[in-house]
C-alpha cells in the first residue's frame, strides 16, 4: 500500500469534517503519523510557505521537500491519487474536475453550519471565509432535498396528509427561511446568514433521517402509525438540535420557539379533515 510521505495536510482541526477525512487518511497509511497538522499548530517556517487566507478556505498539503503548497481540490487527489491513480485520472476529467472543484467550495465554505463548532479555543482560528453566494447555494440546495423527501413521505400517509402536490412541501419547506430571518431580525440584523444556514442544516439532517423509512417501503410499509411516530421522533431530534446550534450561536432562544411554531401552523394546511 503506498503512502504519501514527506507532505503535511494542514488542517482544521475544530472541523468534524475535516479531522474525520484527514483520520481516515492517516488509518488507512495514505498519509503517515505526521502527514497532517492542525492549522492552529503551524510555526513560522509553515506559515511563511503558506497562504493563509486560503488555507483558511481549503485545506493546503506541503511538500516538505520542496515547499511547495497545493490547496482544496488539488490537496485532496495529490493524497488520494498517490494509492488511487485511477480516481485522480477520472477525477481530472475537465467536466468532472470543474464539477469536483465547485462541490469542495461548496462544502469548505459551508462546513461551520453543515457540522456546527464549539467555539476555538486556540489563538488561530481556521475560520473559512463567509461567501454569501455558497451560503445561498447551500440553503437552496438543503431547501429542495427537504421538499423532496417530505412529499414522498407525505406521500405514504394520506389518511393523515391531505393530498398534496409538490409545491404544497417546497411553500412550506421555502417559507420557514423568510419567516425564521423576520423573527431574528426582531432582535438583530447580525448573523441572519449564519443562522439561517444552520437552520436549514437542521432541516437537511432531518430529511436526511427520513430517507431509509423512504428505502425500507419500497420493499415493506411499516404502516401508518410507525410512520408517524417516527416522524414525531425525528422532529424531536431536529428541536434538540436547534436549540443546541441557537446557543452556540448565542442568538435569542425564542428562535427555537417560532421555529416551533411555524411547522405547527403548517398542521391544519397538512392534515385531512373529514
Same mark, same amino acid.
Given at each position: 500500500?503506498?503512502?504519501?510521505? !514527506?507532505?503535511? &495536510?494542514i488542517? =482544521?482541526? =475544530?472541523?468534524?469534517?475535516?479531522?474525520? %477525512?484527514? =483520520? &481516515?487518511?492517516?488509518?488507512?497509511?495514505?498519509l503517515d *503519523?505526521?502527514? @497532517?497538522?492542525?492549522?492552529?499548530?503551524? *510555526?513560522?517556517?509553515?506559515?511563511t510557505?503558506?497562504?493563509?487566507?486560503?488555507?483558511? =478556505?481549503?485545506?493546503?498539503?506541503i !511538500?516538505?521537500?520542496?515547499?511547495?503548497?497545493? %490547496?482544496?481540490?488539488?490537496?485532496?487527489?495529490?493524497?488520494?491519487? *498517490?494509492? %488511487?491513480?485511477w /480516481?485522480?485520472?477520472?477525477? @481530472? /476529467?475537465?467536466?468532472?474536475?470543474?464539477? &469536483?472543484?465547485?462541490? +469542495?467550495?461548496f462544502?469548505?465554505? *459551508?462546513?461551520?453550519?453543515?457540522v456546527?463548532?464549539?467555539?476555538?479555543t486556540t489563538a488561530?482560528?481556521c475560520?473559512?471565509s463567509?461567501?454569501i453566494?455558497? @451560503?445561498?447555494y447551500?440553503?437552496?440546495f438543503?431547501?429542495?432535498?427537504?421538499?423532496?423527501?417530505l412529499h414522498?413521505?407525505?406521500?405514504?400517509?394520506?389518511?393523515?396528509i391531505?393530498?398534496?402536490?409538490?409545491e404544497? $412541501?417546497l411553500?412550506?419547506?421555502a417559507?420557514?427561511?423568510?419567516?425564521?430571518?423576520?423573527?431574528?431580525?426582531l432582535?438583530? @440584523?447580525?448573523?441572519?446568514?449564519? +443562522?439561517?444556514?444552520?437552520?436549514?442544516?437542521?432541516?437537511?439532517i432531518?430529511?436526511? &433521517?427520513l430517507?431509509?423509512?423512504?428505502?425500507?417501503?419500497?420493499?415493506?410499509?411499516?404502516?401508518?402509525?410507525?410512520l408517524? $411516530? %417516527?416522524?414525531?421522533?425525528?422532529?424531536?431530534f431536529?428541536?434538540?438540535?436547534?436549540?443546541?446550534?441557537?446557543a !452556540?450561536?448565542?442568538?435569542p432562544?425564542?428562535?427555537?420557539l417560532?421555529?416551533?411554531?411555524?411547522?405547527?401552523?403548517?398542521?391544519p394546511?397538512?392534515i385531512?379533515?373529514?
Amino acid at each position: 500500500m503506498k503512502t504519501l510521505t !514527506n507532505h503535511t &495536510l494542514i488542517y =482544521d482541526s =475544530d472541523c468534524p469534517l475535516c479531522v474525520g %477525512y484527514t =483520520d &481516515l487518511f492517516i488509518k488507512n497509511n495514505m498519509l503517515d *503519523n505526521q502527514g @497532517r497538522k492542525a492549522f492552529a499548530q503551524i *510555526n513560522e517556517e509553515e506559515s511563511t510557505l503558506l497562504d493563509i487566507k486560503r488555507a483558511q =478556505d481549503e485545506i493546503a498539503l506541503i !511538500n516538505k521537500k520542496s515547499g511547495v503548497v497545493t %490547496y482544496g481540490l488539488e490537496s485532496m487527489l495529490l493524497v488520494i491519487g *498517490n494509492r %488511487y491513480k485511477w /480516481i485522480e485520472t477520472l477525477a @481530472r /476529467i475537465p467536466i468532472l474536475f470543474f464539477l &469536483l472543484k465547485k462541490l +469542495y467550495k461548496f462544502i469548505s465554505y *459551508n462546513r461551520k453550519v453543515i457540522v456546527p463548532t464549539q467555539k476555538s479555543t486556540t489563538a488561530i482560528e481556521c475560520t473559512p471565509s463567509f461567501s454569501i453566494r455558497y @451560503r445561498w447555494y447551500f440553503i437552496l440546495f438543503s431547501v429542495l432535498i427537504s421538499t423532496l423527501v417530505l412529499h414522498q413521505y407525505f406521500l405514504l400517509i394520506p389518511s393523515i396528509i391531505s393530498s398534496t402536490g409538490l409545491e404544497k $412541501a417546497l411553500i412550506m419547506c421555502a417559507l420557514q427561511v423568510p419567516f425564521q430571518a423576520l423573527m431574528l431580525r426582531l432582535t438583530t @440584523r447580525n448573523y441572519i446568514l449564519t +443562522y439561517l444556514g444552520n437552520m436549514i442544516a437542521i432541516s437537511l439532517i432531518g430529511s436526511l &433521517l427520513l430517507l431509509p423509512i423512504l428505502l425500507a417501503s419500497q420493499f415493506i410499509f411499516p404502516g401508518e402509525a410507525f410512520l408517524i $411516530a %417516527y416522524f414525531i421522533l425525528v422532529f424531536g431530534f431536529m428541536v434538540l438540535f436547534h436549540i443546541k446550534r441557537v446557543a !452556540n450561536l448565542e442568538l435569542p432562544p425564542y428562535l427555537t420557539l417560532s421555529w416551533i411554531v411555524y411547522r405547527l401552523l403548517w398542521i391544519p394546511i397538512l392534515i385531512q379533515f373529514i
